[in-house]
Nanobody
Framework: QVQLVESGGGLVQAGGSLRLSCAASGRTFTTYAMAWFRQAPGKEREFVAGITWSNGNPYYTDSVRGRFTISRDVAKSTVYLQMRTLKPQDTAVYYC???????????????WGQGTQVTVSS
């Protein structure tokens, strides 16, 4: 099992930036990929960005490509999401997830964090 703890959420004005962090603990050597998802009120949880743990290959959903950057620090077992040019539609609870089986998509995320709120005001 891997435990995930997110941090870095908050309130920001449109056009601003935030950096989310997700620290993994436990059996982190079994991590193959990590990702960020988000869920806005009344909407389904959606994939935002993912990264292959071994070589750092990033994957993004179209709506954030060019604005968000996912990265990882293997030594710290931490994944980051740098968010720039934030929009009100980016408002959501952001969740970190870990895949303990597959390096590349399609993934199977079995470990999840508790989420961190990101609110973008217009």
């Amino acid at each position: 099992q891997v435990q995930l703890v997110e941090s870095g959420g908050g309130l920001v004005q449109a056009g601003g930036s935030l950096r989310l962090s997700c620290a993994a603990s436990g059996r982190t050597f079994t991590t193959y990929a990590m990702a960020w998802f988000r869920q806005a009120p009344g909407k389904e949880r959606e994939f935002v960005a993912g990264i292959t743990w071994s070589n750092g290959n990033p994957y993004y959903t179209d709506s954030v490509r060019g604005r968000f950057t996912i990265s990882r620090d293997v030594a710290k077992s931490t994944v980051y999401l740098q968010m720039r040019t934030l929009k009100p539609q980016d408002t959501a609870v952001y969740y970190c997830a870990a895949d303990l089986k597959y390096s590349d998509p399609p993934w199977d995320f079995g470990s999840w964090g508790q989420g961190t709120q990101v609110t973008v005001s217009s």
